[in-house]
């Protein structure tokens, strides 16, 4: 053998090469899992926060529904203008055209006043059927009690009725009301 021809490397220099290559290999899979993790648990954080988002959008359109609901059954002869302003401002759309209306106020101011009425209620129950960050549809079951001068004890009606909500301005308002079974 010459001395120019080349010389087989030492087992200890290949052994020495491929572990640096497996070294190297090893190094970039741990950097590959490193970034996907992050990139996972930014993407659940995200996700997480926006269900939060949804879940207080959710909690919020009730607590106004019932609020709303509340506002319609506590009506009174003795302050009817007052309690009409109450519910109007927490419409909007649909059933605040109504609800101002000339005709609404005549089918319901009149027999208000004459009977001497005063009206409340409690909800029974309320929940989202359904919601995203700028409308919500709420159920909401009521039992209202009616007085006037023509009832010595009063009259209970239960009803059901479904709000369409609408968020304005970080408020949720009152759209469109319907009487359900």
């Not at 080349?6 to 290949?14: I, L, T, V």
């Not at 950097?31 to 959710?58: F, G, I, N, Y």
């Amino acid at each position: 053998m010459t001395s120019d021809s080349p010389q087989p490397a030492p087992f200890a220099s290949r052994l020495t090469g491929h572990l640096r290559t497996y070294a190297v290999a090893l190094g970039v899979l741990c950097l590959a899992l490193l970034v996907a993790s992050v990139v996972l648990a930014v993407h659940l954080r995200s996700r997480s926060a926006s269900q939060q988002a949804l879940d207080q959008a959710r909690a919020d359109a009730v607590v106004a529904a019932r609020q709303e609901m509340l506002n319609l059954d506590a009506l009174s002869a003795a302050t009817y203008d007052k309690d009409l302003a109450r519910i109007l401002a927490g419409a909007t759309g649909t059933f605040q055209k109504q609800a101002a209306s000339s005709f609404a106020l005549a089918m319901f101011k009149k027999p208000y006043l004459d009977r001497k009425s005063v009206s409340s209620g409690t909800i029974v129950a309320a929940g989202v059927v359904r919601a995203d960050q700028s409308t919500a549809t709420v159920l909401v079951a009521d039992d209202r009690l009616l007085r006037d001068t023509s009832l010595k004890t009063g009259s209970v009606a239960k009803a059901r009725w479904q709000f369409d909500m609408e968020r304005h301005n970080g408020h949720w308002l009152l759209a469109n009301l319907e009487r359900v079974l």
